[in-house]
């Protein structure tokens, strides 16, 4: 059989591989992208974009439902649930054929197939695209993640659900119960109580959205409650019994045990990797709890063998993903002055309403690593634009070294905080002090002057405080 070299082949065709495919060859490498179901990967088809389409259906009916605070006058509310998901999927569908354009304008070699390592020739791998043969010395294995099950309870894709389930539904569910209140959990939970549904969310830890600043994420379930959501902690869920017409929960806390019948269930109890069915049997590369190994610079156990983006393990965020397939890319290429990729360095975002973002430590890892630090804090309230939005509740939150002056992180709630943390990450990513923080000149009226006035918080000089 005949084999086809190229410089790189990519399996998987997500957000870092098709970044990384483009980005090859910019850098005229031959380059080969190995993807067996959709262009975009989970991100663009199921996950990122689409739930930020039915999120943003949920807002505009939300504004809808305070329009009186605004002044205006409408006289009926409603929506249709099967145009709002067929919005969300001609947008994904829109992003692919994006994509599509983008690796046949680079000359990229797409194969739609399943990818495998079929061995090693020389210093070359062998990787199988269905019945064709490649090889190049370099493969970069970023095959994606899927829904985590829980230990005896599955989803059937009827009444318990996945993410997948979730962004199609037939229609609305009058109760539902939401396990799990990462960001995928809770943004399911702002959209279908924004839209009617009664939602109850199940956490095992103390804490809702346990990754983010506990201050924060304390305003965020009272900001959640106050719309309605009924939010269970350090809960545990010790069954699932499925009806033709609804889902009996048991659920396990700290004063015993109580049972809830609801109609719909989402799992949102973290996801696994696909290490599975890709010919890593002879190799050195490692796998653990279902993710790939890999050093800082994206490389496995067994020489010109990579792998990126969440089947590389955690924060499995598609920013993350993309980041470090172009940085593998320039690696294999020899461009020098590279920097590792710094995982607190990476931002995460909830877009919930209200939306969550956050960069670098907590208030308690920076004491734990720091000792002496310094904490600003400037409330939505005190801002001119957040008023004028009607979005008058969230809080900005920076974290300072108190002796040299190094921001290690920022934690933010209310509108638009998505768009805002980075300006921080710039920050981080630029090594800035306080200093050169309190010498930007932010305009006026926006969000952003909030940063400005929380760095100016943590060292005493806050203005409209």
């Not at 969230?394 to 805002?420: C, N, Q, R, S």
């Amino acid at each position: 059989m005949a084999e086809t070299q190229f410089d790189v082949i990519i399996i998987g065709g997500g957000p870092g591989g098709y970044v990384a495919a483009v980005r090859a060859a910019q850098l005229n490498l031959k380059t080969a992208l190995v993807e067996s179901t959709h262009l975009g990967g989970i991100c663009l088809n199921w996950g990122c974009i689409p739930t930020k389409a039915l999120l943003r259906s949920s807002e505009i009916y939300t504004l809808i439902e305070h329009a009186e605070t605004y002044g205006l006058t409408i006289e009926k509310r409603g929506f249709n649930l099967s145009k709002i998901v067929e919005r969300s999927r001609n947008i994904s569908n829109q992003l692919t054929k994006g994509i599509q354009h983008l690796l046949k304008k680079n000359k990229v070699t797409v194969y739609t197939a399943k990818g495998k390592l079929a061995g090693r020739a020389g210093k070359n791998m062998k990787v199988t695209a269905g019945s064709d043969v490649l090889t190049a010395p370099h493969v970069i294995l970023a095959t994606g993640a899927r829904a985590r099950d829980l230990p005896d309870i599955r989803a059937d894709g009827k009444n318990i659900w996945t993410y997948r389930e979730a962004m199609i539904p037939e229609k609305l569910p009058k109760t539902l119960l939401i396990v799990g209140s990462g960001a995928i959990g809770i943004e399911f939970a702002s959209f279908y109580a924004a839209m009617g549904s009664q939602v109850t969310v199940v956490e095992v830890m103390e804490r809702i959205l346990p990754a983010e600043d506990e201050e924060i994420s304390g305003l965020a379930q009272k900001a959640f409650e106050k719309k309605g959501i009924r939010i269970k902690t350090s809960t545990s869920l010790h069954s699932l019994k499925s009806t033709s017409h609804s889902v009996k929960a048991l659920l396990k806390t700290s004063k015993g045990e109580e049972s809830l019948e609801v109609e719909k269930v989402i799992l949102a109890v973290g996801i696994t990797g696909n290490t599975e069915d890709l010919g890593l049997e002879g190799t050195k590369v490692k796998v653990e709890k279902n993710h790939i190994i890999v050093n800082e610079w994206s490389e496995t156990g067994e020489s010109g063998i990579y792998a990126i983006g969440d089947v590389a393990g955690a924060p499995w965020l598609a920013h993350k993903a993309s980041h470090e397939g172009i940085l593998t890319i320039e690696r294999i290429a020899g461009i020098q002055g590279l920097h590792p990729l710094k995982r607190e360095n990476i931002p995460g975002c909830t877009y919930s309403q209200p939306q969550i973002a956050s960069i670098g430590l907590s208030e308690k890892k920076a004491r734990e690593a720091r000792g002496d630090i310094k904490v600003g804090r400037f409330p939505f309230i005190g801002n001119g634009k957040a008023i004028a939005l009607g979005e008058p509740e969230g809080l900005v939150k920076t974290i300072f070294d108190a002796k040299t002056g190094e921001l290690l992180g920022a934690h933010m709630i209310g509108a638009e905080v998505t768009e805002l943390i980075q300006g921080y990450a710039i920050a981080i990513a630029a090594e800035a002090t306080e200093a050169e923080l309190m010498h930007t000149i932010f305009p006026h009226p926006t969000l952003s002057e909030m940063m400005h006035e929380s760095v100016l918080d943590a060292f005493g000089r806050a203005i409209h405080m």
